[in-house]
C-alpha cells in the first residue's frame, strides 16, 4: 500500500512538472498569429482578389467552410490544394475620433493597417479563376477582399507572469506608444493585439517583448486622463510645486509581445495587463 501511495505521488510530481514545463514553454497560438493583422508602409500586392462565392446570389459574405472565388487559375499557376491568405486594408476608425493628440498623424506614418480575414485552401481550379474553402476564418471575407499566398508566421514565445515587476525602472532602450488596437479598438487587455510605432527600422524583431506604462498625470490631451492630475485636483489638494511625469514612479501597467514587424510599427499580443490599456500609453522595449 505504502508502494502504491509512493508511486501515485511520484508520478503526481511528474505531470506537475511536466506541465509547468508546458507552460513555460507556451507559444502564441493559431488565432492570435493569423488573425493579428499588421500595420505596414511595403507594398501589398492587389493584383489577386476574392471574386464572390457560392450562392453569390443571396450571400454577401463568407466564412469558415464556405466556398469563394478567386480571379487566378491554371494559366496563372494555381494548384488544387494551394493555400492563401485573406487581408483588407481598413482606413482607420470610423468615427474619426482622436484618443491622444496627433494619433491619427502617428498611425499614418506607421503606414496602412491591414486586417487578416481568412486562411483558404483550393478545391478546384479552372483556366483563370479557382474555388477555394475558408478553412479557418478571422472575421467575415468579402468581395474584393486581397489574397496571397499563405506563409507561415513565427510563434514566439511567451514569458510567464511570475516575477512580472510592477516597480521595474526605465529599460533605456527604445520607447513609443501604443497608437491603436486592432480594430481600433480604445482598450487593450491581457490576449488582444495593439499596434506600437516602433518597426524593424528601429531594430525591433518578432519575439521581442515591450513593457507597457503609464506616466503619472499625463499631459498629452489623453481621454482617458485630466492634465496635471498628480499634483492637483480641484477641492482634493495640491502641492507646492508642480510635478512633470518623468519626476513621479511610472504605472507598470503589463507587457505584451511582438507577434508581426514592419518598418515603422510592430504588432504586440499583450500577454499581461494589471490594468486597462488605452491608445496613448507608452512602450519600450525590455
Known amino acids: 500500500m505504502m508502494r502504491r501511495w509512493f508511486y501515485a505521488l511520484v508520478f503526481t510530481g ?18 492570435q498569429l493569423y488573425c493579428s493583422g ?7 500586392p492587389t493584383d489577386t482578389y476574392v471574386i464572390s462565392g457560392a450562392n453569390s446570389y443571396f450571400r454577401v459574405t463568407f466564412s469558415d ?4 472565388f478567386i480571379n487566378k487559375g491554371s494559366s496563372q499557376g494555381v494548384k488544387a490544394g494551394d493555400q492563401f491568405q485573406v487581408i483588407r486594408p481598413v482606413s482607420g476608425d470610423e468615427l474619426k475620433y482622436e484618443w491622444f493628440k496627433d494619433q491619427d ?3 499614418k506614418a506607421m503606414g496602412t493597417t491591414y486586417e487578416d480575414k481568412a486562411r483558404l485552401r483550393v478545391v478546384n481550379v479552372q483556366q483563370n479563376v479557382s474555388t477555394a474553402e475558408v478553412v479557418s476564418s ?41 497608437v491603436t488596437t486592432r480594430y481600433f479598438g480604445d482598450l487593450g487587455a491581457e490576449g488582444r ?47 507646492p510645486r508642480p510635478y512633470a ?10 507587457e505584451g509581445v511582438v507577434l508581426r514587424v514592419s518598418k515603422n510599427a510592430a504588432t504586440v499580443l499583450i500577454t499581461l495587463s494589471k490594468a486597462a490599456m488605452f491608445p496613448g500609453d507608452y512602450v519600450e522595449l525590455e
Not at 511528474?14 to 488565432?31: C, E, H, I, P, Y
Not at 467575415?140 to 521595474?168: C, H, M, N, W
Open 14 to 31: 511528474l505531470m506537475v512538472s511536466v506541465a509547468r514545463a508546458q507552460q513555460g514553454a507556451a507559444t502564441a497560438n493559431d488565432n
Open 38 to 44: 499588421i500595420v505596414t508602409t511595403d507594398p501589398v
Open 65 to 68: 467552410h464556405k466556398l469563394v
Open 105 to 107: 498623424k502617428l498611425l
Open 138 to 178: 478571422c472575421s467575415y471575407v468579402q468581395r474584393g477582399d486581397l489574397v496571397l499566398p499563405f506563409t507561415s508566421r513565427p510563434a514566439p514565445q511567451l514569458k510567464s507572469a511570475e516575477g512580472f515587476d510592477i516597480f521595474a525602472p526605465a529599460s533605456g532602450k527604445a520607447k513609443a506608444m501604443i
Open 193 to 239: 493585439i495593439a499596434y506600437v510605432n516602433l518597426g524593424s527600422a528601429q531594430g525591433v524583431k518578432v519575439g521581442d517583448y515591450f513593457r507597457v506604462f503609464r506616466y503619472q498625470g499625463n499631459t498629452l490631451e489623453a481621454e482617458y486622463q485630466t492634465p496635471h492630475i498628480a499634483y492637483q485636483v480641484f477641492g482634493f489638494g495640491t502641492t
Open 245 to 254: 511625469g518623468a519626476e513621479l514612479p511610472r504605472d507598470i501597467l503589463g
